[in-house]
């Protein structure tokens, strides 16, 4: 396996990743911000950006929360001013997730300097090799998240 094609940037997609990871640990920790805050406040985000909606319920399951645990990454957020608790309009016992103009503000403050320092190195590169890499990194994610439900069938979990 190690010997596989591919399996050094497989290494490096790790080392990025654990990375990414310090990087956001040292500015959650400015913000005053816990780590589950901030994966929270990234999947409600998320959503907004590609069209789709949040409900406490999806973010549980994604963030593999309690419920308790779930309420209470809410309440802190919306205590905070990053996020809002609205009625579906069409079904008014449906609570939706929206990220607050505070939260799109300090996620700015957190992640631009990280993206500044990452964007001179990505323009070194032709369109067409973004494409690959982007298209490489969207299946990798699929696979984990693959990697990832086998392991939660087989323990007999629900796997978001």
Do not use: C, W
């Amino acid at each position: 396996m190690r010997s596989s094609p591919g399996f050094e940037l497989l290494f490096l997609l790790q080392k990025f990743t654990t990375e990414a990871e310090r990087y956001s640990e040292v500015v959650r920790r400015q913000h005053g911000l816990a780590r589950n805050d901030i994966h929270a406040i990234n999947a409600v985000v998320e959503a907004e950006r590609t069209g789709g909606v949040a409900t406490p319920g999806e973010l549980r399951e994604r963030l593999v929360l309690s419920s308790a645990a779930m309420t209470a990454v809410l309440d802190r957020l919306e205590a905070s001013g990053h996020l809002e608790r609205r009625h579906s309009a069409e079904d008014r016992r449906q609570v939706l997730l929206a990220a607050t103009p505070s939260a799109r503000e300090t996620g700015r403050e957190m992640f631009d300097p990280m993206v500044q320092h990452m964007l001179p190195i990505l323009s070194e590169y032709t369109p067409e090799q973004i494409a690959l890499v982007t298209g490489m990194i969207r299946q990798l994610t699929l696979a984990i998240a693959e990697a990832r439900e086998g392991l939660a069938r087989a323990e007999g979990k629900p796997s978001d």
